[in-house]
Nanobody
């Protein structure tokens, strides 16, 4: 049974860095898209970054500041966040969806921009950027 568990959230000062981790258990990670999403207070959930086995995608607000990486052998995907601002304050969710592009399924980018929903979600980890 696939499970998604995030960790690494916390309080960080503006300009600081934080690394989130996501462990996806019960499956072979190399055939899954893994995405990071966030929901700020009073706002809708939005995509942050998505990793397929060969490429990574970022929304504009994350480009140059966030880096997604995956270790398929450890079933782990991390999101390194730097130069954080108060606008990055949110609950961050890791999510997974099996890569089905070979039968016309959505790409990682499709999931990131919300065109298709991920199938499996973690419970989220809170990131607070404040002085």
């Amino acid at each position: 049974q696939l499970q998604v568990v995030e960790s690494g959230g916390g309080l960080v000062q503006p300009g600081g860095s934080l690394t989130l981790s996501c462990v996806v258990s019960g499956v072979d990670l190399d055939v899954y898209h893994i995405g990071w999403f966030r929901q700020a207070p009073g706002k809708e959930r939005e995509g942050v970054s998505c990793s397929s086995d060969e490429k990574s995608y970022y929304v504009d607000s994350a480009k140059g500041r966030f880096t997604i990486s995956r270790d398929n052998a450890k079933n782990t995907v991390t999101l390194q966040m730097t130069n954080l601002t108060p606008e990055d304050t949110a609950v961050y969710y890791c999510a997974a969806a099996r890569d089905s592009r070979w039968v016309g399924g959505p790409s990682c980018e499709d999931h990131l921009i919300g065109r298709y929903k991920m199938n499996y979600w973690g419970k989220g980890t809170l990131v607070t950027v404040s002085s």
